[in-house]
């Protein structure tokens, strides 16, 4: 049998892959968290208008004409 030769702690599979895939999850866990603050305040400042929808027995399923009774946003039903 070869001895493995190329052994390395420090290597990608060493302990600096280990921190790479560290960091790497801890990034991808604050831009998750950071989406779900925006999509939060987002929501928070711009609730939707209920209001659009009078006659809820009115929309069907499958229809062209449910694009009348989509749910608008309070700040551009003002504008």
Known sequence: MAENTKRSVFGLN?????LISIVGLIVVLIALSLVAIVAQRHSAENPYDPTV???????K?????NKQ??????EK???
């Open 14 to 18: 060493g302990i600096a892959g280990m």
């Open 61 to 65: 399923m499958i229809s062209v004409e």
């Open 69 to 74: 009774f989509a749910f608008v946003d309070a």
């Open 77 to 79: 039903k003002d504008k």
């Open 53 to 59: 929808i009078r006659d809820i027995n009115n929309v």
